[in-house]
């Protein structure tokens, strides 16, 4: 007896040794026969029957349970019928093994694009690989639609969106939902996109400050990133405001006004650098309004401007006001010393401060008097 070793282990062996023992079956002999036996002539022949129909029962059962890989043996004696039940379960198995590949190739390695085929598929099982197929098409859509969409917001671009037909026919149950999240969320970026660009444009590029994102029915991350957006646009906006109030201020002499509102990072630095600006000018403004009223109007010569901690323009300034303040000083007490002397009868005294336009005028003016009173007073 040869066994074929690629067929299922037991299985077919026994179906060989049923075909080698149905060739001549042995009759069956019984002590007590029934009477229907004894009635029935032909019941030697029923029992052959049976037994060469045990196998193809055995067979049955088996495609019956799911097992595709028993074989009839075709030279047993059920001719065509061994054949045929044969071809059934080959291709019964082919079909088990395709959708295997399928679900290996689809639900664990993601290609969504492989389809369920079967060699010369007829009938109902060409229809049931069509039918399996349209089941993978309507499964696959939408999530190869889902990954179109998420791939452009993933690169910026939100004009993309979810067909809720497909062929002509609409999505119904968890497809048309999964549909419709997924266009929200493509609404709701719009939106929030549409307002931050606006009022970061509107603040940042316009200059019109006091700008707030509007966008409705956002929650959770949403609702925190238009509130923090917002909170930015109006923290910008005073601290802007606050600044050019204090500056113009400023501009139009008032320096009784500094940067009160919060601040942190650079706008915290703007701020103290502007308050201290703003201390340098009034201390600068009061000194230089204390010499010039002591020296011009008060008499009070010999003052100095003391402006504590300043540097650059405003340390040259201070520097300038001192050194008018100090040739100022020297000039009228030299011209005050020549004056008094005269008034005294001394003669022999003149101006020799350096001075310039106006006051070197006087200077020249005074030394010809004198002069000149010096001449007459020899005569």
Same mark, same amino acid.
């Given at each position: 007896m040869t066994v074929n070793k690629n067929r299922k282990p037991g299985r077919s062996v026994f179906f060989q040794e049923q075909a080698d023992n149905t060739e001549k079956p042995e009759p069956i002999v019984r002590e007590d026969r029934s009477p229907d036996l004894e009635k029935n002539p032909n019941s030697e022949t029923d029992n052959r029957n049976q037994v060469s129909l045990a196998p193809l029962l055995e067979a049955l059962k088996a495609a019956r349970d799911g097992d595709f890989s028993v074989r009839l043996p075709e030279n047993n004696g059920l001719g065509e019928v061994a054949i045929v039940f044969n071809q059934m379960v080959s291709t019964n198995q082919n079909f088990a093994i395709e959708i295997e590949r399928i679900n290996q190739a689809i639900g664990e390695e993601g290609e969504l694009t492989q389809r369920a085929t079967l060699k010369n598929a007829q009938g109902d099982w060409n229809t049931s690989i069509n039918l399996l197929n349209g089941l993978i098409d309507n499964l696959a859509q939408p999530t190869t639609e889902v990954a179109r969409v998420l791939e452009a917001i993933a690169i910026g671009d939100l004009s993309e969106k979810i067909a809720l037909k497909v062929n002509g026919k609409p999505?119904? /149950?968890?497809?048309? &939902?999964? /549909? =419709?999240?997924?266009?929200?969320?493509?609404?709701?970026? =719009? @939106?929030? @996109?549409? *307002?931050? @660009? &606006?009022?970061?444009? *509107?603040? /940042? =590029?316009?200059g019109k400050l006091g700008g707030q994102a509007q966008v409705k029915g956002v929650s959770g991350v949403w609702k925190d990133l238009t509130d923090n957006v917002n909170s930015m646009a109006s923290n910008l906006t005073n601290q802007v405001r606050n600044i050019v109030k204090v500056c113009t201020a400023i501009s139009v002499g008032e320096l009784n006004h500094k940067i009160n509102v919060e601040a942190e990072g650079e706008l915290l630095r703007l701020k103290e650098t502007i308050n201290k600006m703003v201390d340098i000018l009034n201390s600068f403004a009061s000194e230089v309004i204390r010499v010039a009223k002591e020296t011009g109007t008060e008499g009070q010569l010999g003052s100095q401007a003391i402006v504590k901690g300043v540097a650059g323009t405003w340390k040259e300034l201070t520097d300038n006001v001192n050194s008018m303040a100090s040739n100022l000083t020297d000039q009228v007490r030299n011209i005050a010393e020549v004056a008094t002397a005269v008034a005294e009868g001394d003669l022999s005294k003149k101006i020799t401060v350096e001075a310039q336009g106006e006051i070197l005028e006087l200077k020249n003016t005074l030394n010809q008097m004198v002069e000149q009173l010096n001449d007459f007073s020899s005569d």
């Open positions: 999505l119904k /149950g968890e497809f048309l &939902r999964l /549909g =419709t999240i997924v266009n929200s969320v493509v609404d709701l970026l =719009t @939106t929030f @996109t549409d *307002e931050v @660009t &606006r009022v970061a444009k *509107e603040v /940042g =590029t316009e």
